[in-house]
Each structure stands twice: as structure tokens, then as C-alpha cells.
């Protein structure tokens, strides 16, 4: 028999211990853990609870602290004659760390989970390319969305956008067609610092916008020709002599043998 969500809230209390305080919120328990606490709080949920599927890790820059909610649920029957999860419901875990000055300069270090759950390495690497929250034992923290040398992490409160137009070298690629070079230039790596980009460079002046064209040639003018009429709607001409094509257009087109009045 699968368990409540009360009996789970139970088992985080007494079985998982360390203080915890679960609060059943709807179909969810939620748990408020500290950093060092996460990955035995993981490896419980997962080996003890049945919660086998981290089904993602969120973060939230609320100005005062950063946040982590890792989002738990059980997909694994309870025995092979019963298709119910070990419980019906989900588990959330937060994780608070609180800013530090500088706060521009901040990058909190929370343990990685990716051996407990590998689907949390990309989303990990998302959240250190973003909010930059490092993931101490991470197999491969790099970059995922944006390229290494980008100045900051763009959904934190105190980033500041950078007022520039990027060519394309600066972000490692040929083109817009979007392949990236196979050793791009040192200018590729700017602003490693932090510092950012300091003018803007206009696109196509540089000497790599000419060393590496785009990558695919651009889609040529396309012409579109509609005729309103009886038949309906005609997205190009017919060739020049066939039939059955659209009436030509005009104010008032003739109308069609036997049509009403």
C-alpha cells in the first residue's frame, strides 16, 4: 500500500532526523535543508522514501538570499503486483543561502547531486551559467547557455545587461548559422574578469566577421502573389497559359454560370 503524505512527513522527522520540519502544503511535503545537508537528504529520499526521480532543480535570486527547490516525485511501484508509487504525492526540498558582500562578486557553493540523480548534471550547469550557484563536485560545471568569459549571470537581481551588440567571434561561433569554431580567437574569451564588453563593436567590422563568413547563405527574397476570388485563395500565379488557376484580379470579378442572384 502506497503512503500518505502524513506518513512521509513522519518518516522525513524521525527517520531522516537533523532537525527537519516537514509541512504538508497540498499534495507536497516540503523540507528547508541546509546546503551540506542536500545530498544526504537525496540519497534518503531516494533510497529510503522511493522518491527515484528528481524531476528538476529551480533556483530563485529573492534579492535577500538565493534559493535552491529540488523537486522530487516517485515513479517506481511499491511491488510488482501494485502499480501506485511509494507515495502519491511530492517532495520538495529548499535550500536557502544568504548573500554575502560583495553581493556582485557572491557565488555560493552548494554540494552537487549529479551522482545521486544524473539528470541534475545539465540542470546544475544551468543554474551556475545563470544565477551562479556553484555545485561543489560537479563532474563538468561549465556554461550551458550562455559562453565562458560571458560577464555575469544573467538572472541574478544585481547583473547589468550589457549594452553592446556582440559579434559573432566574441561568442566563439562562424556565423549566425550558428557553428562554433574549432579554436576560436582570444577576443572569444573576453571579459573572463567579469568585466564586460567595454564598447559596443559593430556587427561585420572586425577583422574575424570577414575571416569566417556565415556559415549558410541567406534565404533568398521570397515573393508572395494572392488572388482573392471565387475559387478562393491562391498563393502564386499559375503558369503562364494553364487552366484552372485563379481568376484575375479585379474590382468586380464575373460571376460563375447558375450562381444565384
Request: net charge negative; proline share 11%.
Amino acid at each position: 500500500m502506497a503512503g500518505t503524505l502524513e506518513s512521509l512527513s513522519l518518516q522525513l522527522s524521525s527517520g531522516f532526523g537533523q532537525g527537519l520540519e516537514p509541512v504538508v502544503k497540498g499534495d507536497t511535503v516540503e523540507v528547508e535543508v541546509s546546503p551540506r545537508q542536500v545530498p544526504q537528504l537525496m540519497r534518503f529520499a531516494r533510497e529510503q522514501l522511493g522518491f527515484d526521480m528528481l524531476t528538476s532543480i529551480t533556483a530563485v535570486d529573492d534579492v535577500e538570499n538565493f534559493q535552491l527547490l529540488y523537486h522530487l516525485t516517485s515513479v517506481r511501484p511499491v511491488s510488482s503486483r501494485m502499480l501506485d508509487p511509494a507515495y502519491p504525492g511530492y517532495l520538495l526540498a529548499r535550500v536557502r543561502v544568504e548573500k554575502q558582500e560583495p553581493v556582485a562578486e557572491f557565488e555560493p557553493e552548494v554540494p552537487s547531486v549529479s551522482a545521486i540523480f544524473p539528470g541534475a548534471i545539465h540542470q546544475e550547469r544551468e543554474i551556475w551559467d545563470l544565477m551562479g550557484i556553484r555545485f561543489k563536485g560537479h563532474p563538468d560545471l561549465r556554461r550551458i547557455l550562455t559562453w565562458e568569459g560571458f560577464p555575469g549571470h544573467p538572472l541574478r537581481k544585481d547583473w547589468v545587461p550589457l549594452n553592446v551588440e556582440i559579434p559573432w567571434h566574441l561568442a566563439g561561433l562562424k556565423g549566425y548559422g550558428g557553428e562554433a569554431m574549432e579554436a576560436p580567437p582570444a577576443e572569444a574569451r573576453i571579459a573572463v574578469d567579469g568585466s564586460g564588453i567595454g564598447e559596443a563593436i559593430p556587427v561585420g567590422t572586425t577583422p574575424q566577421s570577414f575571416e569566417h563568413p556565415p556559415t549558410r547563405p541567406p534565404k533568398p527574397t521570397e515573393k508572395l502573389h494572392l488572388h482573392i476570388g471565387q475559387g478562393g485563395v491562391t498563393d502564386d500565379e499559375p503558369p503562364s497559359g494553364a487552366k484552372g488557376g485563379a481568376r484575375p484580379a479585379g474590382p468586380n470579378p464575373p460571376a460563375a454560370e447558375g450562381s444565384g442572384g
